[in-house]
């Protein structure tokens, strides 16, 4: 199975800062990357499908970019309500792996 | 609006059995894969198996692969997870999700609220 290797596990930052979480896959997953936003206690959501496209109804300040094996998801101009756990999902090969996820936290 | 409504979640005992429904609606349910999800507590998420949205192919996690099956009643927009040899490490919040692709796999746009599977003596 394909490893995704999310970075960092946990992270603090202001309103207003721009922060950027990585994931790495342990082969080359092409442009099968996504990403999701979980809040306690609800359901994932999806922010980014295909490594860059936003999904719809999802705020301009989030980005996606990488290839091959190294990805990475960036908030611009962070907000309070960002405050979640986010992760990784290689849609590539089976079985789809998820990176272990990383905790933000909003100062 | 597109709504997954998982059900079935329970307290079991290793060994047993336990099938899991998810009830869909607002969207073209047999048009799309679905998939299965689960996130034991305070711990990360875990893919567990997908079926197309034909039902003619299906794939699993390492984890359960020959202990559970899913599979899909496309006249009752129905999702179904049958969990045989339940394990301590089965126990998780479940959660019943849609693909985002048309008539193929690919990733996960929606998701249901997740129904908690307890796996106890």
């Known amino acids: 199975a394909i490893q995704m290797t999310q970075s960092p596990s946990s992270l603090s930052a202001s309103v207003g800062d721009r922060v950027t979480i990585t994931c790495r896959a342990s082969q080359d997953i092409t442009g099968d990357l996504a990403w999701y936003q979980q809040k306690p206690g609800r359901a994932p959501k999806l922010l980014i499908h295909s490594v860059s496209t936003l999904q719809s109804g999802v705020p301009s300040r989030f980005s996606g970019s990488g290839s091959g094996t190294d990805f990475s998801l960036t908030i611009s101009g962070l907000q309070p309500e960002d405050s979640a756990t986010y992760y990784c999902l290689q849609d590539c090969n089976y079985p789809y792996t998820f990176g272990q996820g990383t905790e933000l936290e909003i100062k | 609006q597109v709504q997954l409504v998982e059900s079935g979640g329970d307290v079991v005992q290793p060994g047993r059995s336990l099938r899991l429904s998810c009830a869909v609606s607002?969207?073209?349910?047999?048009?799309?894969?679905m998939h299965w999800v689960r996130q034991a507590p305070g711990k990360g998420l875990e893919w567990v198996a997908v079926i197309s949205y034909k039902g003619n192919n299906e794939y699993f996690a390492d984890s359960v692969k020959g202990r559970f099956s899913i599979s899909r009643d496309n006249s009752k927009n129905t999702l179904y997870l049958q969990m045989n040899s339940l394990r301590s490490e089965d126990t998780a919040t479940y959660y019943c999700?849609?693909?985002?692709?048309?008539f193929g796999i690919g990733e996960i746009d929606y998701w249901g609220q997740g129904i908690l599977v307890t796996v106890a003596s």
């Open positions: 999700a849609k693909d985002r692709v048309t």
């Open positions: 607002g969207f073209s349910f047999s048009d799309h894969a």
